[in-house]
Structure formats: C-alpha cells, structure tokens
C-alpha cells in the first residue's frame, strides 16, 4: 500500500485509495481505472458515476440493533479500561442488520453527502467526515465528535454544554493535533467544535467537529504511502492513547470492522481530499449489515451511547414518501433478528 501510493504520486498520476481499518486489505489504483474496478465514487462532487436522473423511489428501511444487554457487555469492558486508566477516550462501535429495499447502487445514488462510495457491490459508504486534506502543502483534519436529534429543543446548546461531548471532543482534538505534528509543522486548530446538519430519511442530526491544519513537512512531499502510515488508524474513530485504545477496541467489539472505519480518497496534482468510512452499509452472507458507534469515555452513559449508535444507523436522502421501521430493541418482537456478533 506505502509503495504504491508512493509510487503513483511520484509519478504523477491519479489515484484512488481505500484503506480498511486493520490494513489488512488495501486497495490503490489509478482513478482512471476505478469503474473498470467496479469501484465508484463522489469526492465533494468529482465523481466517475452519472447520476441515473430516475426520481427516489419509495423505500422501506428496517433496523435490528443488538440488545441493550449485548451493548452493555462491549460498554462494561470499555469503561473498566477508561476507569484503569488505559484509555480516555475509545470509540465502540457494534454491526446492527438492517432490511430495505433499495439496492446498494441505489443507495449511493440517492443519498447526500460529502463523500460517497460504493464498493464492488460489498458496500456502500456515505461519509460526512473529511478524516484529512492537502492543498498547496498545507494538511488538515476535521475529527467529528458529538452528534444529537437535532429536532430536540435547544438542540445546539445541549450538545455543546454537556460535559461529556465538550470532554470527548478535547480529547479528540489534542490527539488529531499530536498526530498532525508528526507529518506537519506549524499545527493550529483553526475553527473549534462547529456543528453541521446532517439531513436522514428520519430525523435530522447535529454533529460537531473541528478543523485543525498545519504545514506539511518536506520529507512527506509525493509520498503520500508514508503519510498516510503515519496518520492511519484515524484518531476519531479509534481514542486515546491510540495504540493500548485499539486493544480496548479488539476485546470490547468481537467482531472485524474490515472495510468500516478505514479511509478512502484520492491524490491528484499533490492535491488529496480523504475520508473516515463511517455510514457504512455492509453486504454479509447473513444480509445488510450497518456498522455505527460512538465515542465512550467515564462521563458516558450506557444507554445515551445505546441510543446514538441507533440513531447513526439511516440513510442520508432527501425525497420521498419514505417507510421506515424501527424495531425496539430488546423488545423480543417476533420480527427481530439476531446478529452473530462472530462475523
């Protein structure tokens, strides 16, 4: 993956990346060749896929998330960690199986966000988290960290008051900075903890997140193999200290993220726009799969963490009529489906 990404951006040529999470399965090729790949994508709005122009259909979108008591487990082994002091900061994430009826080429097409991908038809991602930039060698990272209903009343306040997002977003920020610091010089956060409004097919959300930017060193000028190895994992889906938070990560969640929470962009003229692979929807032999989860850190309460990885779990599309179910968790409905937490 170092090699090759090296490689094309010393010669010049464009190219995609799609980095999972354990780098276990890399993918670089040239932007030209993407399609032939099977591999589509919309950077911002440089995409290689012609919207159909077809109108959005009407859907049904149905979710099944693990029990509460399932949630508990993973919560309980994250928080004995943050309490032994090993982490401050990790973020769990957990699979929910998802029913609807669109088909993941669809899904990319209808849905709205900065950064949109689909896979091969393995998955589909729709990110609204830039993980980092580069622009006339000047490099940044916008970590996103705190998300609330944004139909609650006084919606913005709640979630830049409460002490638990406001700690978790510092943490976030002073690791992101470190990181930066070892590829860049002069490193400044330059906008701190703004939110935007993420539109679903349910409800809307605020998110907030911050910019941070430095200079980018020279030693890493086209060879963007060694940057990326040098920032990845990205810090906003993993905690702090990264390397023992990772641990925490492989024995709270018991199960392989792949794909989800890897990084994926492109380079072109030295210029790399990139993203976190969050609002990840998943073909498994047991169906869809929607990979979601949060930040937890001591101040965090098990069941608003519950929540929030439930409410990450949709469909960013605007449009409409629009069905959509959601199964109350734990509630033993016949309708329910289980999860085999091993896959």
Not at 93 to 109: D, G, M, Y
Request: hydrophobic share 40%.
């Amino acid at each position: 993956m170092t090699d090759l990404m090296n490689r094309f951006a010393g010669a010049g040529i464009p190219f995609i990346f799609v980095l999972d999470f354990d780098l276990k399965q890399p993918v670089v090729l040239p932007l030209a060749e993407a399609a032939s790949q099977g591999i589509f994508y919309d950077f911002n709005g440089m995409t290689n896929c012609a919207p159909t122009g077809r109108p959005l259909p009407e859907f049904q979108f149905r979710k099944f998330p693990v029990p509460y008591e399932k949630y508990r487990e993973a919560f309980n082994t994250v928080r004995e960690n943050l309490l032994a002091g090993n982490s401050f900061l990790t973020n769990l994430t957990l699979p929910t199986q998802i029913e609807t009826t669109l088909s993941l080429r669809e899904i990319f097409e209808y849905s709205r966000a900065r950064y949109k991908l689909l896979f091969r038809d393995r998955f589909v991602v729709f990110s609204p988290e830039t993980f980092v930039t580069l622009d006339n060698n000047m490099i940044r990272s916008f970590p996103m960290k705190g998300t609330i209903d944004a139909t609650l009343p006084n919606a913005r306040q709640l979630l830049l008051n409460d002490p638990k997002e406001r700690a978790e977003h510092f943490t976030i920020v002073d690791l992101i900075r470190n990181d930066l610091g070892r590829v860049a010089d002069r490193v400044t956060v330059e906008k701190f903890r703004y939110l935007d409004r993420v539109r679903t097919h349910e409800k809307d959300l605020f998110q907030a997140s911050s910019r941070i930017a430095g200079h980018l060193q020279p030693r890493f000028e086209n060879r963007t193999g060694d940057l990326f190895a040098e920032l990845l994992p990205a810090g906003s889906i993993t905690g702090a200290p990264k390397a023992k938070t990772l641990e925490i990560i492989r024995q709270a969640e018991n199960y392989e993220r792949g794909y989800y929470t890897g990084v994926f962009g492109f380079w072109d003229n030295n210029r790399v726009d990139s993203a976190v692979m969050i609002r990840f929807i998943e073909q498994t032999p047991d169906g869809l799969v929607y990979k979601s989860g949060g930040g937890i850190t001591v101040y965090s309460d098990p069941r608003k963490e519950y929540q929030e990885l439930i409410d990450k779990v949709y469909i960013p599309v605007i449009g409409g009529p629009v069905q959509s179910a959601r199964i109350r968790p734990g509630a033993g409905s016949k309708d329910s489906k289980p999860f085999n937490m091993s896959n």
